[in-house]
């Protein structure tokens, strides 16, 4: 291919590729200048007001206003936390001890987190019902008061939903390294499993970890259908029952959580960036066998 025409591929290559982003763009923005345009009429005389912004700015009015909320708004936060936590501190164990002492299980383990793909919401709010109904009368016994009706005890359902996509989040950065000859060269060094799993395994899977957190915290803030159906409020509850007595604060609060998803999100990407895994590793081996004990 003449270097002429390698460039007129190129130009054209480049101007589709814009062309795309161009039209993702816009598919994403005119919804956003709809809510945003719908926020800033006054529905009376049709004039352009900040008003609804002015309110959502004002957090003691909010929390008089609109007491569901703000508990929306932080259940949604704890949630966004505690989640991905548990998570990770559920799969990553497990999958790395089934791939390095029981690698015949890795059927059985993926099956199992893949099954809630299978498994319509509905079902699962069904399934889930005995548990639910329980965590309060034991909160209540081992005296936790009223701990056990909080929201974030959705954590434990949106665990499970998230576990298809996390899992083969995960189980692409494991088969991306050699997990085994890593933590037999760290234990021939003294470390103990806990120093392995922390200084070694989590340092190489940064990405698939961060990718896994990342899906995580996108269902939380955008999952309705469970919290409803339990009659838990998380932050998309709250705007649906909003909604009903104030549509524009509940539009507004929409494109608000869209921004501060997207934020977030974003920021989540860029997380230890800063340090390889290669890096550390390389730094843990060269420790002594006494400073590894």
């Known amino acids: 291919m003449s270097a002429g025409l390698r460039a007129r591929v190129n130009r054209r290559q480049r101007l589709l590729r814009w062309v795309?982003?161009?039209?993702?763009?816009?598919?994403?923005?005119?919804?956003?200048?709809?809510?945003?345009?719908?926020?800033?009429?006054?529905?009376?005389?049709?004039?352009?007001?900040?008003?609804?912004?002015?309110?959502?700015?004002?957090?003691?009015?909010?929390?008089?206003?609109?007491?569901?909320?703000?508990?929306?708004?932080?259940?949604?936060?704890?949630?966004?936390?505690?989640?991905?936590?548990?998570?990770?501190?559920?799969?990553?164990?497990?999958?790395?001890?089934?791939?390095?002492?029981?690698?015949?299980?890795?059927?059985?383990?993926?099956?199992?987190?893949?099954?809630?793909?299978?498994?319509?919401?509905?079902?699962?709010?069904?399934?889930?019902?005995?548990?639910?109904?329980?965590?309060?009368?034991?909160?209540?016994?081992?005296?936790?008061?009223?701990?056990?009706?909080?929201?974030?005890?959705l954590s434990l359902a949106y665990v499970i939903l998230v576990l298809p996509y996390a899992y083969r989040a995960l189980d692409a950065g494991l088969r991306a390294i050699d997990v085994k000859t890593l933590s037999e060269a760290a234990r021939s060094l003294g470390a103990s499993w806990l120093k392995v799993m922390w200084r070694i395994v989590l340092p190489n899977l940064r990405t698939a970890v961060l990718s896994a957190s990342f899906l995580s915290v996108a269902l939380v803030l955008g999952e309705f259908t469970i919290a409803n159906l339990f009659a838990r409020k998380n932050l998309q509850v709250a705007m649906y029952l909003l909604a009903k007595s104030d549509s524009q604060i509940s539009v507004a609060v929409g494109f608000a959580s869209l921004l501060f998803a997207f934020i977030v999100l974003f920021g989540m990407s860029f997380i230890g960036t800063a340090r390889s895994g290669g890096s550390r590793l390389r730094r843990f081996l060269r420790r002594t066998p006494k400073e590894l004990a």
Do not use: H
């Open 20 to 153: 795309v982003i161009g039209l993702v763009l816009v598919f994403f923005a005119l919804p956003l200048a709809g809510m945003l345009e719908f926020t800033t009429r006054n529905i009376n005389t049709g004039a352009r007001t900040l008003q609804t912004w002015e309110t959502l700015a004002d957090f003691s009015k909010i929390s008089a206003q609109y007491p569901d909320l703000k508990t929306g708004f932080l259940a949604s936060i704890g949630l966004a936390v505690l989640t991905p936590v548990t998570m990770l501190i559920l799969l990553v164990p497990t999958m790395t001890w089934v791939r390095l002492r029981l690698p015949g299980l890795n059927r059985t383990v993926e099956f199992i987190c893949l099954l809630p793909l299978t498994v319509p919401a509905i079902v699962l709010v069904v399934g889930l019902t005995p548990i639910y109904s329980w965590i309060p009368y034991l909160a209540r016994e081992v005296g936790l008061g009223t701990m056990g009706e909080s929201t974030l005890w």
